[in-house]
């Protein structure tokens, strides 16, 4: 090879690195400016924008048949149970209360059509997805059941309803969002009473508005109200809407946030799943 040659290509591998330098410092410039555009987004705003998912609060226990709730095969493992002969619910109910200690919240039991029933273990919560072990044990324990009711059992492939939910998971984890917005700089001791779907807790020099997207029907009227609550009440006080690490929130902020309150919403309902339904509120405890 000539010097001639190796120096043009010494020049041709320079500036190939120098379009690949370049293109890779346009994508990081674009992100940053990204996280601007939306970070300032104030987005202290945003709290709890998942990687990790809260664990469920505690709250009373129903007997199984007065929950109100229904198995749903998108969040529950639904074993059906069926039986020659009408299943009878007390000795049913008798036989499901282990499963309810064992289980808790997780578990659902339902009438069916034709005197079935069917069995349910709800799959994913703000807890995560149950694991391999535990849905084995469950399917065990409710094929158990079944042998002694005399009733025979008809459920879905575990692999398969355990990677429908890990996808599920993905998404919720990505949805879960809460938007809190900050009034500082003054005493606010009184608030307008009504119902409202954000909470209000007094601080020492305010008070914070906090909306769980997820969890609220119409969540992007329900920010869209939170938003002017605070802008009304900062205004009336002389006070400050900030985010939380006191940056200003303006109404540019604000809109930036209801728009990623909307695409929360989008991406659930793309799953059937309306923020604030009944199945929003099992999926998100």
Known sequence: MTDLQFGLLLIGAVAVAAVLIYNRLQERAAGRRAERTFGSRHADALLGETGARREPAAAPRKNAMQSGALPDARLDYVIDLAAPRRIAAASLLELWTPLEHR???????????????????????????????ELLEFRSEVETLAAKLGASVSA????????????????????????????????????????????????????????????TPEPARSFQAMA???????????????????????????????????????????????PGSPLALRLFS
């Open 103 to 133: 289980f808790a919240k997780r578990v659902l039991l339902a009438a069916s059509k034709g005197g079935g029933w069917s069995a349910a273990l709800q799959l994913v919560t703000r807890a995560g997805v149950a694991s391999e072990s």
């Open 228 to 274: 002017r609550s605070a802008r009304q009440l900062a205004a009336a006080h002389g006070a400050r809407l900030v985010d939380d690490n006191g940056n200003p929130v303006d109404e540019r902020a604000l809109a930036a946030i209801g728009t990623e309150v909307e695409a929360v919403r989008h991406m659930l309902a793309e799953r059937g799943i309306e």
């Open 156 to 215: 879905p492939e575990m692999r398969q309803a355990l990677d429908a939910a890990r996808s599920l998971d993905r998404v919720c984890a990505q949805a879960d969002i809460q938007v809190a917005l900050h009034v500082v700089g003054a005493a606010i001791t009184e608030i307008e009473a009504g119902e409202q779907a954000f909470q209000v807790t007094p601080r020492e020099d305010g008070i914070t508005l906090t909306l769980d997207v997820v969890r």
